[in-house]
């Protein structure tokens, strides 16, 4: 028996308002939670980037012109 031919028989309102409805309670948390993971990971990379660009940044504007050596030394 396929996932089509048990919903044949129902009205309109179960197989787009009442299933629908219930996935969402109970996969609602699951969801959520993956998305909080996705959103806060997006977040810590772009701090991440944001640190690595500003020390990038401060190396090269302080560094270089501080002892006058080329950027190859150490």
Not at 50 to 55: D, I, S
């Given at each position: 028996?396929?996932?089509?031919?048990?919903?044949e028989g129902l009205p309109?309102?179960?197989?787009w308002v009442a299933v629908p409805v219930l996935a969402?309670?109970?996969f609602g948390?699951?969801?959520m939670n993956v998305v909080g993971f996705v959103i806060g990971?997006?977040?810590k990379v772009l701090v991440f980037v944001?640190?690595?660009?500003?020390?990038v940044?401060?190396?090269r504007k302080f560094g270089a012109s501080r002892d006058g050596s080329s950027r190859g030394d150490w």
């Open positions: 028996m396929a996932v089509k031919e048990i919903f309109w309102w179960v197989k969402l309670i109970v948390g699951l969801l990971l997006l977040f944001a640190l690595v660009a500003g020390l940044y401060v190396v």
